[in-house]
């Protein structure tokens, strides 16, 4: 009788129990589900954060390759033309006036100097608002508004057309300098001093600067939509009161 008294017992308390067991077995299970899609979550969202602040870094590394590499498809994607257009003509404008008021006191001919400034600013624009003028902005080239100035041609263009546009045509290298006259060669110019970062959440900038003396221009991106961004305007030194880099 003992022995089958404890084995009703145990029966009882297995059927107890089993579902007792189950329902933590599925509290368990849940919660870890649950801590799971919250780990991913939270990982989703900080990579979209840390993605969003380094696009306009990114764009302007692939806007920069391809200016240098004149593909033009790719420029487009990452300039707004139309706004770039509008900054250029708006800055040249104010470099030339602050030239010519520069040089026009007791100038009898300040007024045919303002015609003729006035003149330069649409070819000036037509120039630099191309694949050649972005290269030549992010590579600290800036349009200085002088007559006839355009932005410098890509190198292979360049040994191109002084060959006639016929490559194999190049004459001999000549043979090398001594090396007194190497040293005192005039050395490369050197690239400019760079700094970049964001202005407001959807304006970043993007300064140069050759040498503690020279005038700092600046090329800026507008942002569209989360992590579009696009050149969209051009400061060319006179209004530069916040350094993006600092």
């Known amino acids: 009788m003992m022995v089958r008294t404890s084995r009703a017992k145990r029966a009882i ?16 299970n849940g919660s870890v589900r649950r801590s799971v899609l919250v780990t991913l979550v939270v990982i989703v969202v900080l990579i979209a954060l840390a993605f969003a602040y380094a696009s306009p870094y990114i764009a302007l590394d692939r806007l920069k390759r391809a200016a240098d590499a004149r593909d033009a ?21 104010a470099l030339l006036r602050r ?16 015609m003729i400034g006035v003149a330069l600013i649409g070819p000036l624009v037509d120039a630099y608002a191309t694949p050649d003028g972005v290269a030549a902005l992010l590579n600290g080239i800036p349009p200085r508004g002088e007559p006839g100035e355009r932005p410098p041609a890509p190198p292979d263009a360049s040994a191109s057309s002084s060959n006639g546009g016929n490559p194999a045509a190049a004459p001999p290298a000549p043979p090398a300098p001594p090396a007194a006259s190497a040293e ?7 690239p400019p001093q760079t700094s970049a970062g964001y202005r407001s959440l959807n304006e970043f900038v993007v300064t140069y600067q050759h040498g503690v003396g020279d005038t700092r221009y600046a090329a800026i ?26």
């Open 13 to 28: 308390n297995d059927r107890i129990g089993h579902p007792i067991n189950r329902n933590m077995n599925h509290r368990m």
């Open 73 to 93: 498809a790719t420029v487009n994607q990452y300039v707004d033309f139309p706004a770039f257009r509008e900054s250029l003509k708006e800055q040249l404008g």
């Open 99 to 114: 030239r010519i008021g520069a040089e026009s006191h007791g100038n009898p001919l300040a007024a045919l100097g303002a």
């Open 184 to 190: 005192n060669s005039s050395k490369p110019p050197q």
């Open 221 to 246: 991106f507008h942002r569209e939509g989360l992590f579009t961004w696009k050149l969209a305007a051009v400061d060319l030194g006179q209004d530069l009161g916040h350094d993006p880099g600092k």
